[in-house]
């Protein structure tokens, strides 16, 4: 029997099964009120787009040799034209050499940590991060580095150092918060003055449902370089949050010399993504993802709102919450000293709700962090408002109980 | 302007576009007769039970729902307990926990290396090996030793210290060639003696034309242990070559400890492979994966006997091939001092046919390896047997012009 714990790279030292994923196993127990998995909903998925798409490939022969063939590593190319001319349209002028397609954002946040870090080299993060994000990177191997939360300290000389910085300017995965173009500019500055890569995650840049737009970096850094091929961002997007996440279907955008790297690295890591699920998607995007959007940010918006209303309702004195734009999460905090770990456990154990208590949203041992222990998340994507204004009102319950000094 | 050079992490030094892929590109070309590219001819994918297995997803609003939720990172249940099963029945006894899911074998042998590779530690493989499990070797930065082509030099203490060795026992990739039943059993032998993990590779082991099947390392260690738990062997599969290569699944069989792990490798990389990809081949594969295997054999059994035939008709004396009893390959040999890359480049310029030089499947920088000059690939599974007979043709003129002192 082989000894396989001497056997594991040393990357694998610690890896264990997620909270998250693990609670969301729990999805099927009709129970549980969910407030803890941000999945979308799966009530707004295009059914018809896809299934007229699906019908359109099946019934053209030529159409369906292309989509069960090995597609091309860096992707689909009329996907790709596409990906590159809405780029385009909206002021990132690029061509279809700046864009690989990836097994959703995730794959494209795994392939730039592996373009990127050497293990040792240092990988900047917001604080707090996606988990998915923290995870991928891992396992490179880097020392993390925090990105202060508050921008008056993000000092080149203190920072100096990192091969990126994983930005999530909008609506961020967990706390919601959108950075401002003040603090855009700067995290620009700061790029340049390290001569960091800025990695842009703007998978929830399409769900804003109140205030105005403000540019990616992306698009800051071309006004600014005038030029994708000098511009220091690598952007991930992905059609999972619009369309649906189970075509698997997302992108990098940004200079071509990274850009060829990275499709180099998707060759060698699973040879393409699917062709058939490229199609598909891009046929709907074509019908319907001006609609997909508008419905998705209509359900949501309207989720959002009550879910906040209920918070304003339930939480007690000394429990704070942000206030979204967009995206598909709230951020709360307990008072400190409250331990949102116990928070979480207990909402789960005798209340029935489900969340994600914060510490795993800070990398393990970054050298500026110190995680807090009674932040918590809140998702309203997935359930009725009805069952989620309840689990609030049970959190409520809970954070009186745990919260008694206040009250 | 960002100094990507300089920010590259140390796995990219030498990253270069591999040539089968980029010859790949050319198979719009429709002047060249491919015998290089070894993708399965879309002419026998099962179009008719995709578009079924299609119209039943799109027409049951459940089956829809699942189809493009995110699917569990270990994958869709019913596919991996189908996988288990069939082992199974085929002597291999496991359950759902030995099995995960992945895009094409490709992402398996990725995160097998992932799992075990860190840098500097060796990795085994087959002299020649496949392209593909290079690659996705070489960016977890081993060092390389070469199992020797035979099998009296498999001394276990000149080849200690390996994490694991790649094989593919059945018709190999680049050579075609079969693994002995009893050089299956030294090499068990010699992972028992070493302690390293066998990484079998069965990606053509449904694609038998001839002989009788051989049990793989898998099947035969589970005779020697009784216990899939106590086997030292990593098993990747793949529908890829049996249905269709972009539903992109594969699998890996294997103890469910190590499988556990990977299954976390799988959510850091890339979450969860599409659940709607995995319901398509599980419909498909429960309708007619029999018939799909059957009729594969048929054709490419047609086209391995007719390029057989061609090659002993026109090539000259010094040539030889391997004669394989089933995949997509045969393995060419130029006399000593003939130079494969100058044959394959003067094939596709002087004579429109692609080939692949057998110097691209050696390890760069092995230990213990030459890599082979004189070798060549040639595939026969993607054009109809004509113009593969009239492409072997061109390359025996050529050989002839070559290879002058023998003819």
């Given at each position: 029997?082989?000894?396989?714990?001497?056997?594991?790279?040393?990357?694998?030292?610690?890896?264990?099964?997620?909270?998250?994923r693990e609670r969301m196993k729990l999805l099927d127990a009709r129970q549980i009120i969910h407030l803890g998995g941000g999945l979308p909903d799966p009530d707004i998925f295009p059914y018809e787009a896809l299934q007229q798409a699906s019908d359109r490939i099946w019934g053209d022969r030529a159409l369906a040799r292309t989509a069960l063939q090995y597609a091309p590593s860096e992707g689909h190319a009329p996907l790709r034209q596409w990906i590159a001319?809405?780029?385009?349209?909206?002021?990132?002028?690029?061509?279809?050499?700046?864009?690989?397609?990836?097994?959703?954002?995730?794959?494209?946040?795994?392939?730039?940590?592996?373009?990127?870090?050497?293990?040792?080299?240092?990988?900047?993060?917001?604080?707090?991060?996606?988990?998915?994000?923290?995870?991928?990177?891992?396992?490179?191997?880097?020392?993390?580095?925090?990105?202060?939360?508050?921008?008056?300290?993000?000092d080149a000389g203190a920072l100096a150092g990192a091969k990126f910085c994983y930005v999530g300017p909008d609506f961020r995965n967990p706390t919601g918060t959108t950075m401002s173009l003040a603090d855009r500019e700067k995290l620009l500055d700061l790029a340049d003055a390290t001569g960091m890569i800025l990695v842009e995650d703007g998978c929830y840049e399409q769900l804003r449902y109140e205030g105005e737009p403000i540019p990616s970096l992306l698009t800051l850094a071309m006004h600014r370089y005038?030029?994708?091929?000098?511009?220091?961002?690598?952007?991930?997007?992905?059609?999972?949050?619009?369309?649906?996440?189970?075509?698997?279907?997302?992108?990098?955008?940004?200079?071509?010399?990274?850009?060829?790297?990275?499709?180099?690295?998707?060759?060698?890591?699973?040879?393409?993504?699917?062709?058939?699920?490229?199609?598909?998607?891009?046929?709907?995007?074509?019908?319907?993802?001006?609609?997909?959007?508008?419905?998705?940010?209509q359900v949501y918006r309207e989720r959002l709102h009550r879910m906040l209303a209920a918070l304003d309702q339930h939480m007690p004195e000394g429990v704070t919450w942000t206030r979204p734009e967009g995206g598909l999460y709230v951020w709360g905090s307990l008072p400190e000293g409250v331990d949102a770990g116990r928070f979480a456990e207990r909402a789960l154990m005798e209340h029935k709700v489900s969340i994600i208590s914060g510490a795993a949203f800070y990398p393990a041992k970054?050298?500026?962090?110190?995680?807090?222990?009674?932040?918590?998340?809140?998702?309203?994507?997935?359930?009725?408002?009805e069952a989620a204004t309840e689990g609030v009102r049970r959190l409520g319950l809970l954070a009186r109980e745990m919260v008694p000094i206040l009250v």
């Open positions: 029997m082989p000894d396989w714990e001497s056997l594991y790279a040393t990357r694998m030292a610690g890896v264990v099964a997620s909270d998250i001319d809405d780029a385009s349209a909206a002021g990132v002028s690029c061509g279809i050499d700046n864009v690989v397609i990836t097994n959703g954002s995730q794959q494209g946040l795994d392939f730039i940590a592996k373009l990127l870090l050497s293990p040792g080299d240092t990988a900047m993060v917001e604080i707090p991060s996606f988990i998915g994000a923290l995870r991928a990177f891992d396992a490179y191997q880097p020392r993390y580095l925090g990105l202060p939360e508050d921008s008056a300290e993000w005038g030029d994708i091929e000098k511009v220091p961002v690598l952007h991930t997007g992905t059609f999972s949050k619009t369309i649906a996440p189970s075509l698997r279907i997302g992108w990098i955008t940004g200079p071509r010399d990274a850009i060829r790297k990275l499709v180099l690295i998707k060759q060698a890591s699973d040879l393409a993504t699917s062709a058939l699920n490229q199609m598909l998607l891009l046929e709907v995007i074509r019908m319907s993802l001006h609609t997909a959007i508008e419905t998705g940010c970054a050298e500026n962090v110190r995680p807090a222990t009674n932040r918590f998340r809140l998702s309203f994507s997935m359930i009725p408002s």
